[in-house]
């Protein structure tokens, strides 16, 4: 932490100021200038705070130096973060694809989905038993009936599950379904669902929030990892911007700064990051150039009848292809689909 | 809602299109322009839905144009709502102001503020007992112990107590204890919050999402509304932008923008809006000017030792010249504090 | 600038970096730490640059301290800045009122709303003879002919003229017949046109970037500033943010903020910043209980047959009745208009 | 354009709107739906405006639903443009990179980037002479010497030039010297740079604009090619989010988007999007992968000591590296580099 002191601080302000800085626990270090004075606090500043040096009279401004975060640092572990599930890895050399429908309708859709994901390729099945929506009156997902379906498509279809939690008191019941828990992007800073979920030891899929800094992001992943759970898995799904032709801004760049700031594997969302089912196969080729680690796509049988997001769903036809092209960008950049 | 067909739509897909809608139940309307034929889908689109209709072939773009919500909207109830809370209403021509401590420490710290924002006019006592923290390292409130010590100190300075909730499972708890149960930025559309807060019939006071458009935040206020509890108060506290030497970026368009568009009050939390203490007062009264019925304003005996959000909270004093201030602005637009 | 090392600099890396400290002018300062070492660079950062000091081996990042400006700060001049312009002031105690249309169309539409306007009390008249449109197919101004009826306005009402340039080319003439020369959101970082009017002594109203931080904004004041011409006025007009209610978000807490950072006058332009005219009277008594100096206010005649931006113009009865509410909270704050 | 009015609106409301529509060349069409009436204004909205239709007694809100611009859609011509600059392509299977430093420094320092990037399989030099600077105190170019350094290097090591106006002064200067013309990201609503460029038959470079919407981008395509000039290639440079980690948000999907809405061909600059050169090689590949035809890199012999932005570039051998992997991308995507 670096404390600037106003250009006309006094010699009693400054000195206030490296008591309370020794009184926090750190060390003061001077540097003065010729119009002001500089003062490091040394010590660790995740765990001292600011200790309301800011208020102080003299002060200017109070700049942090250190990531705010420690177990999801590469700092703290410098190789990366391969996770297991079942007989799949994340974080390693293959890319995996997570591919379904948004919401789980019924078995004669899911079914139809699961077989023709895996034919083309992906493991790892994805679908909403509880949906977040904006409105209160749009559908709301089959909750417990949906897992069920999950379960059935799983064991017949041999895919593992990847599906949405959005509430603690149902966290065990999803818990007890899911092969991955996913964490939404609306509740990225819901922390008691991240601690929670931190007590579990099943893989957790992280979205980032809507209009959360990777910093953020990261400090929502160390919620999880300080309750113990060290199998967290980072989901890019599109931030905000004042860009209204796609649903929102899917940052690909998120990619190699989360793999350079930290060791947790990272997988993009492009479905609902641009939201228009035309614009997802390139922007999935670009993810996997960028270095992610998977992807998350929507597949449906017929997007037009979806009761939920059919607009940026694609046809398993359409997913074939993209798988196809998949392999040949992870090739490119040394990997594998 | 309005279909707009490609310019080379054929007779066969505007005709699909035409079904599909009067499927879903609405009534078809064609306007065939020179270039595009245009249809409207008329119905009640809030029910409805949109029926996949944007993936139809031949489709360009389909336009909502009636606003999702129903029980927010002025067009269902044209006279404003005023929201009685103790011996207090909210949206009347009286501007409440909501001061306190963003968080609850101890007794001292409570009873100091509660006397001081009680002398200077304020009737509602904030105070967090639960704190959303970006950091897992950081204080996160004294919990039951924290919302025991408000309703000790609402008996002994007569204030009403406002108090956030973050967990379903803790809302009967701050239920219990508050006068008007606080849902917090970060959980605006935490949906099942948000229904549960629903069943209880005391005042919600509802902060905007950080990344919340108006109507996303109307909508949340809908889920509210959805299942009874009529007195739901808005809170606009910053939204997220470029800008970086604020904490947030203060919208007070959306003040009068939800007086137009909502028959609910609206109140704004500068503290949170602006993030340093020095520009809360100037912002204070712009927010009244702008025509808010109330406001949130953090206020800490010693800010330089607050345990949560030093940096923008005032002191009693500054707190106290801030409040005959803003009795002037009220009075020159026709309200008082 | 702070020099902050990565945890496994080594003693030479560090020693590389205090020489190139030192050899681009600065004065190096060194805080070893127990994870890491942090080096204080101490001179003038504005003139001596960041020297590469990023790109050296073992360096994690560099942060700026010192404020990029230097003739539009505050530490630089401590009292604030009045800019006379003919018989008015703007800075000063009286807030000075700019209305008048979008664009100049006609001398009859200039002459009712210089006639209604002066009655209600404005002494600056503003109305564009060269309009910077999105699309070429727009109504893109009088130009020439544009200036000289805006120049008989103000012989016949006796109000000073506010007009934009937007040409480097017709500089001359419309500092020739301009009282105050604005300069567009749209070039506010038009580096040749702000050197070129920081050449005139005229007074120039410097409009904030749609996606400008305050910081930059200034930085482009300091760009006039630095040729020589001392006055400059800044105006807010709304910002881009994720929110499509609004035109742009009105960002009011820059008023303060900017006071505060500036010796500079600042005056809002709620018409631009909503873009939808019932709730510029709001924003504009918000502007005004914010501590802004000024006000630019469209007034149309007939704002539905305006030839540009009719939706945001206020009626000149409305502008009156606005004027009325404006003296209230003027006089709340300690002012006049 | 679609008129949705007032759930209240009267029938002599509904007539003087079908009314005004007529009168300004439309031909309106009505749907009365339960709740309202909605008005289709039927005719070139590019041409005929919106005619103020928004302020009518009894209109809630008019919704455009024709693209504005025209000569830059694809509407208008289906197969993509295929721009030749001397014996290159752009828009053709063949990805270009232009490649080369931030600004012209000296002879030495272009001759070697030039010498490298050739090497490497670049075809197109990038420098700046005139460099639009946020700071007066930075270095600003080295204006016409600069011009004459890049038509030395052009002629020695046979690469084609791009290079940047700031101002409608220099144009003929700068259009003499460079085989492409850049417009920069704070230029792209400079409208009478637009035009003036589109005046010339040499190709045009526009950058996006930091808040720009891709259809303010196309619209001000639109203004270049309206002016005559065919030849413009838009570039997608980052745009500004609330994300700080990197220098802009490099929003990769408007690469598809683009290349769906319009003929024009589209490249991206990864150097500027991302601010920090350790990510230009990752999202460099993405661009390339979800169909950039080419890119803008910068490469400098020694970025530590680069007069501007040396943070954001490689070095030749980092470059080189980059352009292998490149090749294997563009293969993975049925093109070339």
Known sequence: MVIVMHHKASEAEIEAVVKRIESAGYRAHLSRGVERTI????GDETLLGD?????????????????PYKLASR??????????VGDVTIGGDTIQVMAGPCAVESKEQLFEVAEKVRAA?????????YKPRTSP??????AEKGLQLLAETRERYGLLIVTEVMDVRTLPLVAEYADIIQIGTRNMQNFYLLREVGRYSKPVLLKRGLSATIE??????EYILNEGNQNVILCERGIRSFETFTRNTLDLSAVPIVKYLSHLPVVVDPSHGIGKYRFVPPMALAAVAAGADGLLIEVHPNPAE???DGAQS????????????LAQIAQAVGRRV
């Open 137 to 142: 009156y749009s559908f709301q997902g089959l």
């Open 121 to 129: 390729g992906a493991r790892i099945l994805r679908g909403g038993a």
């Open 75 to 84: 700092v703290m572990k410098a190789e990366g973060t391969v996770i297991t």
């Open 39 to 42: 003062i490091g606090a040394i």
């Open 314 to 325: 694609l046809t398993p036809k359409k997913f074939g292809k993209t798988m196809v092209q």
């Open 306 to 308: 979806a009761l939920c």
């Open 216 to 221: 953020e992001w990261l400090m929502a992943a």
């Open 51 to 67: 200790a309301g040096i800011e208020l102080l009279p003299g002060v200017d401004k109070v700049i942090p130096i250190m990531a």
